[in-house]
């Protein structure tokens, strides 16, 4: 296993569309264990590929308290939203590629996602809460979005240039 460089913005694929994975072999089993790797040892509590600078539909996710609790570690390849929940949750969000920016970002409280697993089954789960939040973030990624794209934008902007302002 080895530990991966995370891409930080304005990197541009960051904010490309990712391309579906074909079959789930040694190579995208190794990227699974690299990118939970990486994400335990940022720490994280997801990763997707495009983050590592692949730009293919594979996310990571663990939203154990690494400290207390034994990890869980979920690896989706090609994950899909199936259904979203109407009731709505606002959490507060931050991205290991926007290091030290965090706001609260609204989205469905609950999801179901269909995904493959590392064995190449396809699964489907339920998620709430914090997971469902993780899960989302994670699938945006996969489409060039991030959290701060969900903001104003006006609040953006704030964000982007303390941001900018942080790393000059
Ligand atoms: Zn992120």
Redesign the pocket.
């Known amino acids: 296993m080895s530990l991966l460089p995370i891409l930080t913005i304005p990197d541009t694929r960051l904010k490309t569309k990712c391309k579906p994975l074909a079959n789930v072999d040694g190579r995208v089993v190794g990227l699974m264990d690299d990118m939970l790797e990486t994400m335990y040892k940022a720490p994280?509590i997801?990763?997707?590929a495009p983050?590592i600078g692949l730009l293919e539909r594979l996310i990571v996710v663990d939203v154990t308290d690494q400290r207390t609790e034994k990890p869980d570690p979920i690896a989706m390849v090609n994950p899909e939203l199936i259904w979203t929940s109407d009731e709505l949750a606002v959490t507060q969000?931050?991205?290991?590629?926007?290091p030290e920016i965090y706001a609260d970002v609204t989205r469905p409280k609950m999801v179901r996602v269909r995904y493959v697993d590392r064995a190449g089954e396809v699964r489907e789960m339920d998620a709430d809460g914090l997971l469902a939040t993780c899960i989302q973030?994670?699938i945006?990624?996969l489409n060039g979005v991030?959290?701060i794209d969900h903001l104003s934008s006006l609040k953006r902007n704030m964000i982007l240039r303390k941001y900018n302002k942080a790393r000059k």
Do not use: M, T
């Open positions: 994280g997801g990763l997707a983050q969000e931050g991205c290991l590629s926007i973030h994670e945006d990624h991030l959290f």
